[in-house]
């Protein structure tokens, strides 16, 4: 497992790092569209819409990117969009995690299909739009996003239990504890931190230069908050479809929604808060 986890890991990189450094988001933004297509299809599986109905769903997601991308959307200011579609995945991630693994089968079918395709297409426009703004500017949100994961598990595994009485979210993942959301963020703010210290035009430059360093701190406390959400439903999907892993399209990681389900809140929200 580990050495299909490490040969895919490198794989990975060997084509993501050369689209992300290009000289235009041309192909970066290419292959997110790819992967995001991916996740549609795993989100039509996860959802029991069927091989032919899964790939539909990839193609729409498809569709809908490229004419955002056709239509010029990368290189607009979408304030409004932003502001919608963070104030959903607020209030719609919360309502998800409070109703439990027994309250997603109880939402429509097709209530269920449509809002994953949304998710999916405004994760894409974000990390699009990210890339428009600049590499560093993107790798910031996307930093983020990992330290929060990797402090997290860390002080999940070092101090789980120690502080608190009960699990975060015993019934959607049972390995996640309180004390890791806690190192999570504490490792975001210390991340934060240096890279505004370092300068260069980042989430958290542009962040403090608009808000002030306070409001800074607690924004991206609040992204790493968001980033366990995204994980959570996630969650929540595969344990209501009796899964493990979204699919097996990434061997020794899972699927493709195993691997952004932390960004898919966590992106749009990151441009909500620089273009307010």
């Given at each position: ?7 895919t890991a490198i794989v990975l990189l060997a084509i993501l790092l050369p689209a992300l450094f290009y000289k235009t988001p041309v192909p970066f933004c290419a292959l997110a569209l ?243």
């Amino acid at each position: 497992m580990l050495k299909q986890r490490v040969i895919t890991a490198i794989v990975l990189l060997a084509i993501l790092l050369p689209a992300l450094f290009y000289k235009t988001p041309v192909p970066f933004c290419a292959l997110a569209l790819l992967m995001i297509a991916a996740g549609a299809w795993e989100w039509g599986r996860l959802n029991t819409f069927g091989s032919m109905g899964s790939l539909g769903l990839a193609a729409l997601s498809v569709l809908a990117c490229g004419l955002s991308w056709y239509g010029g959307l990368l290189e607009k200011p979408l304030p409004l969009l932003w502001a919608v579609a963070g104030a959903a995945w607020v209030l719609a991630g919360g309502w998800l995690l409070r109703s439990g693994v027994a309250g997603w089968s109880h939402i429509p079918k097709a209530l269920r299909l449509a809002g994953g395709l949304v998710a999916l297409w405004l994760a894409w426009l974000a990390i699009a739009q990210a890339r428009v703004m600049g590499v560093e500017f993107l790798l910031s949100v996307l930093v983020l996003v990992w330290v929060a994961d990797i402090f997290a598990y860390f002080a999940g595994r070092s101090f789980g239990g120690r502080f608190s009485k009960g699990k975060l979210a015993p019934s959607i993942s049972p390995g996640k504890s309180w004390e890791g959301v806690w190192g999570g963020m504490a490792g975001v703010v210390a991340l934060a931190l240096a890279w505004s210290f370092w300068g260069g035009d980042t989430l958290y430059r542009q962040l403090t230069q608009r808000h002030g360093m306070a409001l800074m701190l607690l924004a991206v406390i609040f992204l790493a908050a968001m980033s366990v959400v995204g994980d959570l439903v996630e969650s929540l999907v595969k344990r209501s479809a009796g899964v493990k892993d979204s699919s097996g399209l990434l061997p020794g990681h899972g699927g493709v929604l195993d691997r952004v389900d932390a960004l898919l809140p966590t992106l749009p929200l990151a441009m909500m808060l620089v273009t307010l």
